[in-house]
């Protein structure tokens, strides 16, 4: 057995760490941009953790998903106050900007050259500016991946920058800070963060290092998720989802993902949807699928048995069986209020470009058997 694993430099989970922001970024230099997806009045209180250590903040508010076009200008306002070093406060989007920004800080040319897909796939180089990432939802797992995932409205497509470069230097984990998410952000993000240690344990790169995240945070999220969602000052339930959101950063940099991630990349840049609902109801119709196709094709693969392992987390069940974890899942989505692919607008006719785009994407290479267009096929017509 061969593999690697790499991760960010340092993790701190610590409730109410956030009051250390200051003397953590100190090191870095006395100029920061601070990338922060969360409201003025948070993004003031980390301005004054690092105003009380000299350091001098430059925000940059992101608002919706990073974009090309406007990570462009949010580059260019880096550069032009000099800052030292990057922190990314918020949600996915507001860590993959800060990301992409400190890895162009240190990188010549245009963010363009170095996407995959509509880009030249350029490589990074040099190593990025510092850079910390706080996460303030449950989900993503984007703290400690090497990549970001950018929409291109010109090309409306979802599309990554990555490498080992963009590993944070710093990961500090506050749960306390995930207490405001809404409701329909708890579920739509923590079901990113079960399907994200679900499908790399299922990978055809997973190794006992993943593995291991994966089973501890499938176990957390099975008995957290719905109490943080019916309870979000529940401390406990935050703090499961989010070693359940940190451990499924760390499967998929290692272990990569599998069709629904696949899929869902391409379905968000072209439908405006929150990415843990287009995740979760593929996710269902995806295993049925992938069952079957391993079953008649691969009979042996050792992933029949780690659906079944899922399952059995899942459930609480010693005996049950893959099937078992889809009517789990089922179940959940509809206790979640999870929506329907259809109600955002998406139609059948936009499958068949879908699919095209979707055999292409890294996630897909993770899936534990390669899946023929009418088996792609069904699993968006099933959750459609």
Same mark, same amino acid.
């Given at each position: 057995?061969?593999?690697?694993?790499?991760?960010?430099?340092?993790?701190?989970?610590? +409730?109410?760490?956030?009051?250390?922001? *200051?003397k953590?970024?100190?090191?870095?230099?006395?100029?920061?941009?601070?990338?922060? *997806?969360?409201?003025?009045?948070?993004?003031?209180?980390?301005?004054?953790?690092?105003?009380k250590?000299?350091?001098?903040?430059? $925000?940059?508010?992101?608002?919706? #998903?990073?974009?090309?076009?406007?990570?462009?200008?949010?580059?260019? @306002?880096?550069?032009k106050?000099?800052?030292?070093?990057v922190?990314?406060?918020?949600?996915?989007?507001?860590?993959?900007?800060?990301? %992409?920004?400190? /890895?162009?800080?240190?990188?010549?040319?245009?963010?363009?050259?170095? @996407?995959?897909?509509?880009?030249?796939g350029?490589?990074?180089?040099?190593?990025?500016?510092?850079?910390?990432?706080?996460?303030?939802?449950s989900?993503?797992?984007?703290?400690?991946?090497?990549?970001? %995932?950018?929409?291109?409205?010109?090309?409306? =497509?979802? $599309?990554?920058?990555?490498?080992?470069?963009m590993?944070?230097e710093? =990961?500090?984990?506050?749960?306390?800070? +995930?207490?405001?998410?809404?409701?329909?952000?708890?579920?739509?993000?923590?079901?990113? /963060?079960?399907?994200? %240690? @679900? #499908?790399?344990?299922?990978?055809k790169? /997973?190794?006992?290092i993943?593995?291991?995240?994966?089973?501890?945070?499938?176990?957390?999220?099975?008995?957290?998720l719905?109490?943080?969602?019916?309870? *979000?000052?529940?401390?406990?339930?935050?703090e499961?989802?989010?070693?359940?959101?940190?451990?499924?950063?760390?499967?998929?940099?290692?272990?990569?993902?599998?069709?629904?991630?696949?899929f869902?990349? %391409?379905?968000?840049?072209?439908?405006?949807?929150?990415?843990?609902?287009?995740?979760?109801?593929?996710?269902?119709?995806?295993?049925?699928?992938?069952?079957?196709?391993?079953?008649?094709?691969?009979?042996?693969?050792?992933a029949?048995?780690?659906?079944?392992?899922?399952?059995?987390?899942?459930?609480?069940?010693?005996?049950?069986?893959?099937?078992?974890?889809?009517?789990?899942?089922?179940?959940?989505?509809?206790?979640?209020?999870?929506?329907?692919?259809?109600?955002?607008?998406?139609?059948?006719?936009?499958?068949?470009?879908?699919?095209?785009?979707? $055999?292409?994407?890294?996630?897909?290479?993770?899936?534990?058997?390669?899946?023929?267009?009418? #088996?792609?096929?069904?699993?968006?017509?099933?959750?459609?």
């Amino acid at each position: 057995m061969n593999f690697e694993f790499m991760t960010a430099n340092r993790i701190i989970f610590e +409730t109410g760490g956030i009051a250390k922001i *200051g003397k953590l970024a100190k090191e870095f230099g006395n100029r920061v941009l601070l990338s922060s *997806g969360m409201s003025m009045d948070e993004t003031k209180k980390v301005m004054g953790y690092l105003q009380k250590e000299g350091i001098t903040p430059v $925000v940059l508010m992101v608002q919706g #998903e990073p974009s090309v076009e406007g990570l462009k200008e949010g580059l260019e @306002l880096a550069r032009k106050e000099m800052c030292d070093s990057v922190i990314g406060f918020g949600g996915g989007s507001a860590m993959d900007t800060g990301k %992409v920004i400190a /890895a162009m800080l240190k990188n010549p040319g245009e963010i363009i050259e170095y @996407l995959e897909v509509i880009g030249a796939g350029r490589k990074l180089k040099m190593p990025s500016a510092p850079c910390i990432e706080i996460p303030t939802t449950s989900g993503t797992g984007a703290e400690v991946t090497k990549n970001a %995932v950018l929409s291109s409205i010109e090309n409306k =497509v979802k $599309v990554s920058l990555r490498s080992q470069f963009m590993l944070p230097e710093i =990961v500090l984990l506050d749960p306390e800070l +995930t207490i405001s998410v809404p409701p329909d952000v708890t579920a739509s993000t923590g079901l990113d /963060a079960l399907i994200q %240690v @679900l #499908e790399p344990f299922v990978s055809k790169f /997973a190794n006992p290092i993943t593995d291991a995240f994966c089973r501890e945070g499938l176990r957390r999220a099975a008995r957290s998720l719905k109490k943080a969602y019916d309870d *979000g000052t529940d401390m406990n339930a935050r703090e499961d989802m989010a070693i359940t959101s940190l451990f499924g950063g760390l499967a998929l940099a290692n272990a990569k993902l599998g069709v629904v991630h696949g899929f869902a990349g %391409v379905i968000g840049g072209m439908v405006t949807i929150p990415h843990g609902v287009i995740c979760a109801t593929l996710l269902p119709y995806a295993i049925k699928i992938n069952v079957k196709s391993i079953t008649v094709r691969d009979p042996h693969s050792a992933a029949l048995k780690r659906y079944d392992e899922v399952a059995q987390i899942l459930t609480g069940n010693q005996k049950a069986t893959a099937m078992d974890g889809v009517l789990w899942i089922h179940e959940l989505c509809k206790y979640l209020k999870v929506p329907t692919l259809s109600s955002f607008g998406l139609t059948v006719s936009e499958f068949p470009m879908i699919i095209e785009k979707s $055999v292409a994407s890294s996630s897909m290479k993770g899936n534990p058997i390669e899946l023929t267009y009418w #088996e792609l096929e069904e699993i968006l017509v099933k959750a459609l």
